[in-house]
């Protein structure tokens, strides 16, 4: 895959989210299912009809979420992954020189 130049290995492809914290995914939104790795993987939104801030990963495990890679292996994240490794994982082109931990 060409177009993922910081490595198949190293960048996410999907994870996981909870049903009642994505309202944004719903019918009645334009913006379809995706997220973000802009929040950390614990937060769980007082509102999720307030998408912008509710588009994130996260799970029912406890300390972390699951994340299938570019490369077709699937991963646990811990949710205490520093957010600057997080948010590298989540380009495919950055140029970051990252793994997962």
Same mark, same amino acid.
């Given at each position: 895959m060409e177009l993922v130049t910081d490595g198949?290995?190293?960048?996410?492809?999907?994870?996981?989210?909870?049903?009642?914290?994505?309202?944004?995914?719903?019918?009645?939104?334009?913006?379809? *299912?995706?997220?973000?790795?802009?929040?950390?993987?614990?937060?769980?939104?007082?509102? =999720?009809?307030?998408? /912008?801030?509710?588009?994130g990963f996260r799970s029912n495990h406890t300390?972390?979420?699951?994340?299938?890679?570019?490369d077709g292996s699937v991963h646990f994240v811990?949710?205490?992954? *520093?957010?600057?490794?997080?948010?590298?994982?989540?380009?495919?082109?950055?140029?970051? =020189?990252?793994?997962? /931990?």
């Open positions: 198949t290995s190293n960048t996410f492809m999907i994870g996981e989210d909870i049903v009642k914290y994505n309202q944004h995914s719903t019918a009645y939104y334009s913006n379809g *299912d995706y997220a973000s790795c802009h929040i950390p993987l614990w937060v769980r939104p007082p509102d =999720p009809a307030d998408w /912008p801030n509710a588009m300390g972390g979420a699951n994340f299938c890679m570019a811990r949710d205490t992954i *520093d957010m600057v490794l997080y948010r590298a994982l989540a380009t495919r082109n950055g140029g970051e =020189p990252v793994s997962l /931990p």
